[in-house]
């Protein structure tokens, strides 16, 4: 019997590592996440400082660098939320696994809204692209215009990411078998 009590203690002690383990390797994706929608927002705010600068110059060749600029910026912007969205994936399958339904569920919306940011680069990248081939301040204005809209869409839907992945960090928390601190 007592054999029996002290290999049910020991599975209880390794059972509640590993969960806390888990909750841990939860947390790290979320954080992961946030911390690539960071940098992503950080590159998406490069761009509109590029496009910014791209309505003050005045040649032909000067317009055409800048939103080549905001372009290369855009690619960081991109990458970035392309980790960001695989590190809320994993957040979301791990919180499923150990059935922090709704910590799984803010990491789904924030997935979601990473996502929706980065089809909004992408047609950022599509105007900002034909702004760099155009050869007239018109087509220049209209395309430019509109690649600054839907970046400033993207870093939106960013913003709505994060606040996601920080209700998930809380729902984390709130797990009734897990604590996390942070």
Known sequence: MRTFVSVFIALLILNSHHSFSQNNQVYDRLTNSFESGIKSKEFAGLTLDMIRKCYALSTVEEIQEYAGKANTELDQAKAQIGFAILHAIKAEEEADE???????????????NFISARSRFDDAFNFSLKAQKSENKEDFALHLGKARGFAEEGISYIEDALKDLNNAIEELKNCPSEKISG
């Open 98 to 112: 150990i059935n922090c339904h709704l910590a799984e569920m803010q990491s789904s919306q924030a997935e979601s």
